[in-house]
């Protein structure tokens, strides 16, 4: 079975500075797609970056990157020069193999950026 | 373009109440999904579609219905409401295939639904 973790529930970070959010998985699949949404308090879900289980390179989206280390399975997302408009839900998801598309995502963690 | 359109947004339902949750995509998406979100947690898939006609379980599937008769549209039906259904529902939708946007969920704003 699948299953993506998320271990911190919450995470601060100081205006301007960088930080890394923890995502593990687990899977038999060879091939499957690793996501990153942001949910502010506003609610609505927002994709931010996609990383393939092929892809050699780390994504990166801006100020989004994500830290890809397929054989520890972690699928880390960094946010560099981090903004108060950063402070939401952050959600890790993968997608499978199979034709559905459909994902399962983590516990999420709450990232809190001080000015 | 609209992308994926929930209605209501908001909807309080006594006990033993039925509802329809209404969802349509402006963007000829193949798949469409309705996920529930308890508060403080991560999203949880209730019912999926890979087209119209076709309707798959997800993970938390009892006391719901789905049908997709239509590519656009994917109303998720709750029958006999119950204080366990109290959740925000989010309806998405995706496309199959190649490129760097296939698979990428578009979700709705989400519909939050109380029952008392």
């Known amino acids: 079975a699948q299953k993506i973790t998320q271990t911190q529930p919450g995470m601060f970070v100081q205006e301007k500075e960088a930080v890394t959010l923890d995502c593990t998985y687990d899977?038999?699949?060879?091939?499957?797609?690793l996501f990153w949404y942001k949910q502010p308090s506003s609610g609505e879900m927002i994709f931010l970056i996609y990383?393939?289980?092929?892809?050699?390179q780390n994504a990166t989206e801006g100020r989004y990157s994500l830290n890809f280390q397929k054989a520890r399975k972690s699928a880390n997302l960094v946010i560099s020069a981090s903004q108060l408009g950063d402070s939401a839900m952050y959600f890790c998801a993968m997608r499978g193999s199979g034709n559905t598309g459909k994902l399962i995502f983590g516990q999420g963690t709450t990232l809190q950026v001080k000015p | 373009n609209a992308g994926v359109t929930q209605t209501p947004k908001f909807r309080i339902l006594k006990i033993g109440q039925s509802m329809t949750l209404q969802c349509t995509q402006d963007?000829?998406?193949?798949?469409m999904y309705w996920y529930r979100q308890d508060p403080g947690m991560g999203l949880k898939l209730i019912y999926y579609s890979v087209g119209a006609g076709i309707t798959d379980k997800g993970e938390v599937p009892n006391g719901y219905n789905v049908s997709r008769s239509t590519t656009e549209d994917f109303p998720l039906r709750l029958e006999l409401a119950a204080p366990s259904q109290t959740s925000v529902y989010f309806c998405?939708?995706?496309?199959?295939?190649?490129?760097?946007?296939?698979?990428?969920?578009?979700f709705g704003a989400g519909s939050r639904l109380t029952v008392l």
């Open positions: 998405a939708s995706s496309y199959s295939g190649q490129g760097s946007g296939a698979n990428v969920l578009t």
């Open positions: 990383q393939g289980s092929y892809d050699e």
């Open positions: 963007m000829n998406h193949n798949y």
């Open positions: 899977t038999s699949d060879q091939s499957y797609g």
